[in-house]
């Protein structure tokens, strides 16, 4: 395939080389990857007399008349008959040289769309050509491609690109890089053949299939996308196992005391993970593995474990979370999970003071803190740790690969690195982990711990928020507690402040009787502090809040969740703050207020709630409804886009994929680095995945 430049092209210059960067097209092969969106039928005429209202199809005709009329303004109206009927094309941009062109008598063809005007069908500025003597009507051998328009590249000119690309592919055909094995049993059309099909296929082509996604040929495409990315992620894994780490084998004792001592037992869940990770801790080189589980599974817990290992096996461990307020919480747990064996947490946040910082950053580097826990702040420049043995990262959705590796990177010492340890509440369904997660082991949370109640939830519009607050007021009197979550308001803490204030002045109105907290992300974090303290404690009933409670916070009392503009929100959202509740014995219950109308997708979203407690399921939707890309965060991780391959579209390709990068790995030819090569190109694009 060529990698030569798009400007190797006829045509292609400079200026367009610029424009067609923006469509992610670099070099001559990008343009075979650049699929086209839809097709139109130029390969066979369509008798007027036969044209249905909406199709988009190509006529040929004689023009019988051809005049302008002033209907609001000027119409250039042209008629056209080819025997079965007559058609006129309406024009309303039109130059005095077009105007003169459509002589009586002569043969044009036209593609458009068939609409029903006052007499017969019309078409609204088509596409047209006059034939001339001993010219036919040209209809094309294939399907006419539509390709991804971006701003100053015509369609004519994708058109001729991907004509000048698929001849070079002709030229020299790819390597087929896939093993036989796979192509002969998956039944699978060649590199070449499905790459030429998607850009021209024949006339009989099943254009629905290919336009749902699941034509052999682009799910050959998909295929070989999905094993490349697949592939790199596995070839990081690979290297991580050729690294050094210290290997934890002492402390069994520990582990058990510290689980003895615990005020539960775990689930076989939690006990089964315990054992992935105190396997892989036991190894010379680093840990990576992810540990999914619902919100409330449990996972803070089985972290600890971890930690009591590691610590007893002489070496630091940092806990990382996204926010403060997580990491508080985690903080909190961890201070009463270690003090009955002497062991004081250090904490380590953007926020804190620089006194107290400097104190943290000390007892980090000279070892004396053996246990860490805070936000980003911990693998800032200036950060040095004594012996960093374990790195737990928290809601790991939040960060991708390469957060992943940067950290990672910044634990390495003459011990070698880390093991880490990574968390995510957000379930993700089995084949996405698969793709996306390639580069870690993973284990399953998959069972809640006894005597959880499923949240009964309904959503109520904003319409009727008296008798939401009634509600609210019968379950704080009788001694439970509520949590109400104020409007989320994108990227802006001033807004989101405001409008808790203005919730907590409303309730504190409207419940003069209750104690009502308020706690936001503006809050210093001893505020905060005190605020979800003094909630824990039952001093106040009713807390209002922003956002930030939707991860970690855990007071088992609370068995009332109301969320403002539930609307807005996305699902994996609403389930973490709806995990809020529906941890202590009392049936739980959420209330999505949303204001009408809904639109379609949150109409569905408020519904899968509803449905389900599922975090899997719930997971599964989201995925259904946004694409991979924001569930995982991707947005903002940089993880490179894929071209062709859906993740949801294609998940079930995923297991073949597995098998593939098997084969493939044990086979002589190793072709693993020419395939990530064809599909991610050079690191420098894409990032050092
Ligand atoms: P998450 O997986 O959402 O991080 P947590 O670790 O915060 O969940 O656990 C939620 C709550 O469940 C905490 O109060 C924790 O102490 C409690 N918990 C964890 N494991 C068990 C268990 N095996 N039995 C009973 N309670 C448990
Ligand atoms: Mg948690």
Known sequence: MSQSSLTSLKGVGPALARKLEKLNLYRVDDLLFLLPLRYEDRTQLVKIGALQAGNRCLVTGEVLLSETVFRGRRNLLVRISDGSGQLTLRFFHFSRQQQAQFQTGIHITCFGEARRGKSGFEMIHPEYRVIREGQDASTRESLTPIYPATEGVQQGRLRSLTDQALQQMHASPPDELLPTAITGKLGMPSLAHAINYLHRPPPDADVAQIIAGTHPCQQRLAFEELLAHYLSLRKLRALAA??????????????????????????????????DILSDLAEPHPMMRLIQGDVGSGKTVVAAIACVKALACGVQAAIMAPTEILAEQHWRSFCDWFRPFGIEPAWLSGSQRAAARRDSLQAISCGSAKLVIGTHALFQEGVDFHRLGLVVIDEQHRFGVHQRMALRDKGVSIDGHPHQLVMTATPIPRTLAMAAYADLDTSVIDELPP???????????????????????????????????????????????????ASYQMLTESLPDLRIGLVHGRMRPAEKERGMTAFKEGVIQLLVATTVIEVGVDVPNASLMIIENAERMGLSQLHQLRGRVGRGETQSHCVLLYKSPLGRIAKQRLLVLRNTNDGFVVAQRDLELRGPGELLGTRQTGLPEYR?????????????????????QKSPTNQATAIIRRWLGDASRYGKV
């Open 242 to 275: 050729t690294e050094d780490a210290i290997a934890l084998t002492d402390g069994n004792e520990d582990v058990s005391g510290f689980v003895a001592g615990l005020p539960f037992s775990l689930t076989t869940a939690q006990d089964r993970v315990v054992d």
């Open 451 to 501: 005597g959880r109640q499923p949240v009964s939830t309904v959503a109520v519009p904003e319409t009727r928020r008296g008798e939401v607050i009634e509600r609210v007021r019968s379950a704080c009197t009788s001694g439970q507690q509520a949590y109400w979550v104020c409007p989320l308001i994108e990227e802006s803490e001033v807004l989101d402040y405001q409008a808790a204030q």
């Open 644 to 664: 062709i391959a859906n993740l949801v579209r294609d998940a079930e390709l995923m297991p073949k994929v597995q098998i593939a990068a098997e084969l493939i």
